[in-house]
């Protein structure tokens, strides 16, 4: 029975679009009765927390956040703690809808105008060949940006990525030095039940656990990794780098968490947090005599609009856009600024530069032993509705995950080169029948099912640039897919991978699992025995481009040429201007983006905090804070502040080894108190 709308503490409105446009027309009835249950309940809609859209923004703040996606949402919820602080967050789209909620639903707002930016590369000479050669980019457009839209999985990458990010320029990067920030955002609720409190936390804004539901096929596959000799592990967060595994994701009582609820919702009720929404971030306002910022230009209504800034503006506008921003503020390559004739604030070569992107091929597979029966219909919906359970609670296969080593991977076995998505057994469309008669009898309708192998670490470059000097065009994007032919190497022994795991015993005995006929016969070599080349061909056209784009704002060093910004994300030669998203990684990580960027924005607002503590304790004498030499000898930095922005000494990293015995972590507690801890309780320190 479908119960009327909840009542809740405050009135329930319908916010973003709907949702059924994502299904095709046989399906919009049951769908829409189904919208209208999900938009009704109050845990679902979240009323009372709701962000409130300022429209019209005060003149000047103290701190402007451009972008309030995965990493900008954090930021502006941590520097508006301070409340003597006026912070405004400016994002380009709406609140996230109610919709977006029910993880079932993770693609129903990609491809449209409204809630994502539905980017595409330009035309690839070795990629995506079944769709021209151009490559899909589906990027959250709203609160919460792709943690909205994403699969929601929580994957940190490996610790040999951020040693390799220190090693190489950005320092205090490592492994140990960032864990703390991903344990600080944490709020693991399955401590103890095979995931261990060695390796996560309790009481961060953001709940990490499984899915309430998966699909039998999914825990199948994860036995068969075991029979393939794999290790058996349930988080590959921890002790074990490799391995097939339900994964945690960002969501709790069977609803998704996007990092617009876990942190700009608790903050709503803030008054010196200003959020303004369908307001486009266009360019920083930088004195081209001081290299001060001095204010933030928008586009709200088709209107330019300016507002002040006394501090510092915060870019989290992503990988495409922090750039695209840079460039159009004259901030970037020369020649760039010179074509488009915008004036030099600071050239900066390596903006829009190192553009990369994990890759992989898409395979697909044949279950000749299960019929394709419907996941949605009135009995699993009925699940959700009453209980919050069933197939609308979980993703379907896409949380399933396995990580291997490949023939390339570096030596050791601590850093896997190719990580496994899996798709499936959806639930995001539906008519509400468990299948016809004539679908269930027809012995030739079987499930299909995907495995996309996807190369972890990319060595092809490409690059971002302007098409034009109108900021709401997008810029042109050219990532250069399998430019370096290490990435089909990788995917060859990848795909092999994927094929000896669809003939497992239990696989092929259960569910009959083989490739689907037909699939890649554009492709020659194929057959039950595949060549090299059939998967290199096969990666070509049915290519995997992934959305995990890094790079465009490098993080590196003074002397690095191509960085853009230095160790705490400040702008190399501007006063006031920091970088928070993925376009900062010099590398990115070796599996899913999410969590990582969550990191980089929690990292990005305690710069900020320590930088104006110190300045405060050395303007009254309680603190003369120690010189920073990280910017010394560079003409780079040729406008970096008297004051000293050094990590704060409580913050400071460890200086221990990993063959040490202490590790200053205790959960629940502040990540750099109880030194000696671990030592009392023998507990181990994080696998490397």
């Known amino acids: 029975m479908i119960r009327a709308a909840d009542s809740c503490g405050c009135p329930i409105r319908e916010v973003g679009p709907s949702m059924t446009g994502s299904c095709s027309n046989q399906f919009i009835l049951f769908m829409s009765i189904l919208e209208s249950f999900v938009n009704g309940r ?62 079932a639903w993770v693609t129903a707002y990609w491809g449209r105008k409204d809630t994502d930016w539905d980017y595409y590369t330009v035309p690839q000479e070795k990629a995506c060949l079944d769709s021209g050669g151009v490559c899909s980019w589906p990027r959250g457009k709203m609160l919460g940006g792709c943690s909205v839209i994403n699969g929601m999985m929580y994957m940190r990458g490996n610790p040999a990525d951020y040693d390799g990010w220190a090693v190489n320029g950005a320092t205090g990067w490592s492994w140990f030095e960032v864990l703390p920030y991903f344990l600080k955002s944490e709020d693991n609720k399955e401590i103890g039940n095979g995931v261990s409190g060695q390796y996560h936390n309790v009481g961060g804004p953001l709940p990490v656990q ?36 339900i994964a945690q994701a ?33 360019r920083v306002i930088v004195d081209p005599a001081t290299k001060k910022v001095t204010g933030l230009e928008y586009i709200k209504n088709g209107q330019t609009k ?71 219909s009135w009995e699993s919906a009925m699940e959700y509705m009453l209980k919050r359970e069933g197939p609308l609670s979980g993703t379907g296969l896409s949380q399933l995950t396995g990580k291997v080593n490949s023939r390339l991977a570096a030596n050791g076995g601590r850093h896997p080169d190719v990580q496994f998505f899996f798709g499936g057994y959806s639930a995001s469309c539906g008519d509400g029948s468990l299948g016809d008669a004539e679908t269930l009898a027809d012995e030739t ?61 239990i696989l092929r005995d259960k569910y009959g699992m083989e490739p689907t006929e037909g699939y890649g016969s554009e492709c020659p070599g194929g057959g039950p025995n595949p060549s090299d080349e059939f998967f290199r061909c096969l990666a070509k056209l049915h290519t995997a481009p992934e959305n995990h784009q ?24 501007i006063d006031g201007l920091r970088v928070a998203d993925a376009s900062i990684m010099p ?71 990993w063959d040490e015995p202490q590790w200053d972590y205790k959960p629940h507690d502040h990540p750099y108190e109880h030194a000696d801890w671990h030592t009392k309780n023998n507990v181990k320190q994080p696998a490397y």
């Not at 990582?596 to 303007?619: H, S």
């Open 587 to 657: 590398t990115v990580v070796s599996g899913n983006t999410a969590a990582p960027v969550v990191m980089i924005g929690e990292r990005a607002a305690e710069f900020v905090i320590t930088k104006y503590q110190e300045l405060l304790k050395n303007r009254f004498g309680v603190n003369t804070p120690p010189s920073d030499n990280s910017q010394a000898g560079s003409d780079r930095w040729n406008n970096n502040e008297s004051d000293s922005e050094k990590w704060d000494e409580r913050w400071k990293p460890w200086d221990k080894h």
């Open 250 to 282: 960002f969501n709790d009582a069977g609803s998704r968490y996007s990092t617009a609820r876990a942190y700009l919702r608790p903050a709503s009720k803030r008054e010196n947090l200003h959020i303004l929404l369908n307001a486009e971030g266009s």
């Open 445 to 505: 309708h079987k499930r299909t099912i995907s495995i996309s192998a996807i190369a972890l670490q990319p060595r092809s470059r490409g690059y971002l640039t302007l098409e034009s000097t109108d900021p709401q065009q997008p810029p042109k994007m050219q990532p250069n897919y399998f430019l370096n032919e290490h990435e089909l190497e990788v995917l060859v022994d990848a795909a092999r991978t994927a094929y000896r795991l669809a003939n497992t015993t």
């Open 210 to 245: 499984r899915f309430r539901y998966a699909p039998r096929f999914a825990h199948d596959v994860v036995s068969a990794g075991i029979e393939m000799g794999y290790p058996p592990t349930s988080d590959l967060n921890g002790e074990s780098a490799t391995g097939f595994t």
């Open 306 to 376: 300016t507002v002040g800034v006394s501090k510092e503006v915060v870019l989290s506008g992503g990988t495409m856009n922090s750039p695209q921003i840079l460039l159009l503020s004259g901030i970037g390559p020369k020649e760039t600024l010179d074509k488009f004739n915008i004036p030099i604030i600071k050239e900066l070569p390596g903006v829009g530069q190192n553009l990369h992107n994990h890759v992989g091929v898409s395979l697909e597979f044949t279950l000749t032993k299960e019929p394709d029966v419907p996941e949605l």
């Open 550 to 573: 890094a790079g465009t704002c490098k993080m590196g060093a003074a002397d690095d040429p191509m960085a853009v910004v230095d160790s705490q994300l400040r702008v190399y030669g």
């Open 42 to 103: 109050c845990d679902l809609a979240d009323p009372c927390n709701r962000v409130t859209d300022r429209e019209i923004p005060d003149d000047n703040y103290d701190f402007v956040v451009v972008g309030g996606g995965t990493a900008g949402s954090v930021v502006a919820a941590r520097l508006s703690e301070n409340p003597q602080w006026k912070v405004l967050l400016i994002e380009a789209g709406g609140d996230e809808p109610i919709q977006s909620s029910v993880p």
